[in-house]
Structure formats: structure tokens, C-alpha cells
């Protein structure tokens, strides 16, 4: 499997979420071994699934294609920053509301002098 192919950006963000090949698999609407394919390069059916893939990941379909937004401004997100964008994406929106005003919070409070 290539370091940096579909299959390697796909797997990568699985592991980020902490999610099953099983898991993924499930929310695409898919088999565990059509995950295993994607993963290794041997990509079934991903051109339909795509959008899918991409939505259940939290990641835009240029990222999973072509390993970067190309919409992105170049000052692209670090990993601790689209993995914050990925866990806000998955809370109900109460609880989005809580992480911003907590984020608000700590934001203000770091920019405070010591």
C-alpha cells in the first residue's frame, strides 16, 4: 500500500476517529472486506461510495482523492485541528454549542497577561 494513496488517507483517518474497518463499513453501507480493498489499494466500488466515504470520515472528497483540499488555503489545518473539526462534527448540537463557548473561553483566557 502506497504512503500516500487514497487507500493510506482513508485508513489514516479511520484510525484517527478510532473507528473498525467494521465500523466504517457499516456507516458507508458497505462490506468490512470492501473497506479491507479501499485500504490496499485494490478499490472495488470507492468511486461510487466516495461522498460517503468522505461524510462518515469528516474529510472533503478532494482530501480522500488527491491528499489535499484544493479549496484549502495553503495555511492547511494541522492533525489536532481537523481531528478537533471531526469530534465537533460527530457531538449533537447542544453540545457544539458547549465546545464553543468553552473554546471562546479559553481562547480569551490565553490571550490574558500572565
Known amino acids: 500500500m502506497s504512503d500516500h494513496?487514497?487507500?493510506?488517507?482513508?485508513?489514516s483517518a479511520r484510525k484517527d476517529?478510532?473507528?473498525?474497518?467494521?465500523?466504517?463499513?457499516?456507516?458507508?453501507?458497505v462490506t468490512r472486506?470492501?473497506?479491507?480493498?479501499?485500504e490496499t489499494d485494490r478499490a472495488g466500488q470507492i468511486t461510487g461510495n466516495?461522498?460517503?466515504i468522505a461524510a462518515v470520515l469528516g474529510v472533503n472528497?478532494?482530501?480522500l482523492v488527491h491528499g489535499t483540499d484544493l479549496r484549502a488555503?495553503?495555511?492547511?489545518?494541522?492533525?489536532?485541528?481537523l481531528a478537533m473539526l471531526r469530534l465537533y462534527r460527530e457531538c449533537a448540537?447542544?453540545?457544539r454549542q458547549f465546545l464553543l463557548r468553552t473554546a471562546?473561553?479559553?481562547?480569551?483566557?490565553?490571550?490574558?497577561p500572565a
Open 5 to 11: 494513496g487514497i487507500g493510506a488517507r482513508i485508513r
Open 104 to 112: 471562546r473561553k479559553l481562547a480569551k483566557a490565553g490571550r490574558q
Open 93 to 95: 448540537p447542544e453540545d
Open 50 to 52: 466516495l461522498t460517503r
Open 33 to 38: 472486506s470492501a473497506v479491507a480493498q479501499w
Open 73 to 81: 488555503p495553503s495555511n492547511a489545518a494541522s492533525g489536532d485541528e
Open 17 to 29: 476517529l478510532q473507528l473498525t474497518q467494521d465500523a466504517l463499513a457499516t456507516a458507508v453501507g
Open 61 to 63: 472528497v478532494e482530501w
